[in-house]
Nanobody
């Protein structure tokens, strides 16, 4: 059974930084695209960033470009999201998602097979 576990969320002041981590317990981690989604209260889940299975291609939502960086370590089966210059509008629960083996990056939650429980990020003004 695949397990996806996020960590690294917390409370930070506007302009601060956080680094989220996501560990995936699967032998095929290095074949799957990985993504970060977030969901704020009263809003739909939205894609934040996605990285191809090799790590060679990354995608970012316009709202986080230039501030967030996604990366992965296929040896450690771990996904990261470095978040800098945080804004109050970044406040949300952040979810890690794993796509199917050999799949492509996507902004649609339905395209991802496995999800973590989420980690809360709160940015105070």
């Amino acid at each position: 059974q695949v397990q996806v576990v996020e960590s690294g969320g917390g409370l930070v002041e506007a302009g601060g930084s956080l680094r989220l981590s996501c560990t995936v317990s699967t032998l095929t981690f290095d074949d799957a695209p990985m993504a970060w989604f977030r969901q704020a209260p009263g809003k739909e889940r939205e894609g934040v960033s996605c990285i191809s299975w090799s790590g060679g291609t990354t995608y970012y939502a316009d709202s986080v470009k230039g501030r967030f960086t996604i990366s992965r370590d296929n040896v450690k089966n771990t996904l990261y999201l470095q978040m800098n210059s945080l804004k109050p509008e970044d406040t949300a629960i952040y979810y890690c998602a794993a796509g199917p083996d050999g799949g492509e990056c996507s902004w649609y939650p339905a395209d991802f097979n496995y999800w973590g429980q989420g980690t809360q990020v709160t940015v105070s003004s």
